[in-house]
């Protein structure tokens, strides 16, 4: 799956506001060509809210061992911990393992913030329909939170 197919896909949730800086965003240059996914119904940026999923298109200073960049990018998806461990084989507080997290195609946890419950996929294929359920979860999820601050 592409990342355009990918977020296709995404854009047809409702509530939903995808973020994506370029320039003239007041974001960080860093973050440019990124994408962050948001529950926002009304299509503003949330301010108590971190977004549930993201695509990243290069290497942050802090998090290269995905290999980003020259036609690799990276799906990003906070994840429920029993999905997690489901996915992962461990629970996210106590990771262990040694991973190739350049590996493409594979559910891993996320390089740096795999201890928060953070799950990635490297240019997702055959884990697409996995990587679009798990956003729909996670899609949800956010919706849920925002509902109860609502209340």
Avoid: C
Wanted: glycine share 8%; no cysteine.
């Amino acid at each position: 799956m592409t990342r355009a197919e990918l977020l296709a896909h995404l854009r047809e949730f409702d509530g939903i506001l995808v973020l994506e800086p370029g320039p003239d965003s007041g974001v960080p240059e860093i973050a440019w060509g990124d994408s962050f996914f948001y529950y926002a119904p009304d299509g503003e940026v949330p301010t108590n809210a971190q977004p549930y999923g993201t695509i990243v298109t290069k290497n942050y200073p802090d998090d290269t061992a995905s290999a980003l960049g020259n036609g690799r990018w990276r799906l990003n998806i906070q994840v429920a911990h029993d999905r997690f461990v489901e996915l992962v084989g461990e629970d996210p507080r106590s990771l262990s393992r040694v991973r190739d997290f350049a590996v493409p195609d594979t559910v891993h946890p996320h390089p740096v913030y795999g201890p928060l419950g953070w799950i990635s996929i490297v240019n997702p294929e055959t884990t697409a329909v996995l990587a679009l359920e798990l956003l729909g979860a996670a899609h949800a999820a956010a919706r849920a939170r925002f509902e109860r601050r609502r209340r």
